[in-house]
């Protein structure tokens, strides 16, 4: 009798850390899925879009055309940075209101 209390014990603390382990993780990803969506919904508002998957999307790539403008300018291909250039004024004035 006494072997089952000994087991059902560790079976108690094994599940009690594993719990402890679960719940401090969900605390984690809670915390930072609420920091993500927190600097999602300042962004849009500060730029006045959308908070859509979509419109993060095309606001990333609208800045790495801006990116790839200045990489242009840089290595002095006047043609290709306007080009890029507009593309990207282009896709960001069409997604912030």
């Given at each position: 009798m006494q072997v089952e209390s000994v087991f059902e014990w560790l079976?108690?603390?094994i599940g009690a850390v594993i719990r402890f382990v679960v719940d401090g993780l969900s605390w984690l990803f809670n915390m930072f899925t609420h920091a993500g969506g927190n600097f999602v919904d300042g962004l849009s508002r500060t730029l006045g879009m959308d908070t859509s998957i979509v419109s993060i999307i095309a606001?990333?790539?609208?800045?790495?055309?801006?990116?790839s403008a200045i990489r242009a300018f840089m290595r002095a291909s006047i043609i290709m940075g306007i080009i890029w250039l507009f593309l990207g004024l282009w896709l960001l004035s069409w997604i912030i209101h």
């Open positions: 079976g108690q603390v606001l990333i790539v609208g800045l790495m055309l801006l990116y």
